[in-house]
């Protein structure tokens, strides 16, 4: 049984930084795509970043120079670095696991969420301004 656990939300101020982490078990990270997604109230879910298998990384152009994505496959799990955090950025963040062979991303270069076969619960982010 496949279970992805995020943590490390909260509520920080404008500015603010925050590190989400997403343990994994019943799969190996080192072998999938991996991606964060967040969905704000009334909105739709918006790809993140994304890091593939072999370690290439892509932004959401909203995201690019403040988040970075990165993984400790010893570990097994996924981060976010999210830093200079904006109100803008208050949503439910969840982290994503794909098997290799797509890595494909929109105009906006935010992740696509059907190539992603594995989900957590979600860990809520809120920045007040």
């Known amino acids: 049984q496949v279970l992805l656990v995020e943590s490390g939300g909260g509520a920080v101020e404008a500015g603010g930084s925050l590190r989400l982490s997403c343990a994994a078990s019943?799969?190996?990270?080192?072998?999938?795509?991996l991606a964060w997604f967040r969905q704000a109230p009334g909105k739709e879910r918006e790809g993140v970043a994304t890091?593939?298998?072999?370690?290439?990384?892509r932004y959401a152009d909203s995201v690019k120079g403040r988040f970075t994505i990165s993984q400790d496959n010893a570990k097994n799990t996924l981060y976010l670095q999210m830093n200079n955090l904006k109100p803008e950025d208050t949503a439910m963040y969840y982290c994503a696991a794909g098997t290799p062979g797509r890595f494909d991303i929109d105009g906006t270069c935010r992740p696509l969420g059907d190539q992603f076969n594995y989900w957590g619960q979600g860990t809520q982010v809120t920045v007040s301004s």
């Open positions: 019943g799969l190996r990270f080192d072998q999938y795509n």
């Open positions: 890091i593939r298998n072999d370690g290439i990384s």
